[in-house]
């Protein structure tokens, strides 16, 4: 008996074979089974210039950023070390020295 991958969205065990298809009887997901690895959501963050970026990565802000609730402003040129991506709005998690923890959007850096 040959092992199928579990379900990418509930992680059922119990997956099945119809012809090309991958289909799984607790959510009724049907997936492809030769593109295993495009099933995973791609997610991918570019900065302002088009670069790729990834956790970890040092960026640098090419515009003033006000931010909400605060007099205080993120000045252009800024550096932030080691961000984290996250998959919403403002995707880039990050902290910045004398401000804290912020979110920016990947728009307004680019990749140091």
Not at 70 to 81: D, R, Y
Request: aromatic content about 4%.
């Amino acid at each position: 008996m040959s092992e199928l991958p579990n379900c990418p969205q509930c992680s059922s065990t119990y997956t099945y074979q119809d012809g090309e298809l991958l289909i799984c009887p607790e959510c009724a997901h049907e997936w492809s089974a030769t593109s295993e690895e495009s099933t995973a959501s791609d997610f991918i963050v570019k900065d302002a210039n088009g670069n790729l970026l990834q956790d970890g990565d040092t960026i640098t802000v090419i515009k003033d950023l006000k931010v909400k609730g605060s007099s205080l402003v993120v000045k252009v040129g800024t550096k932030v070390k080691n961000i984290r991506l996250v998959d919403s709005d403002h995707n880039i998690d990050c902290k910045i020295d004398g401000i804290g923890a912020m979110k920016l959007k990947s728009e307004f850096v680019k990749k140091a």
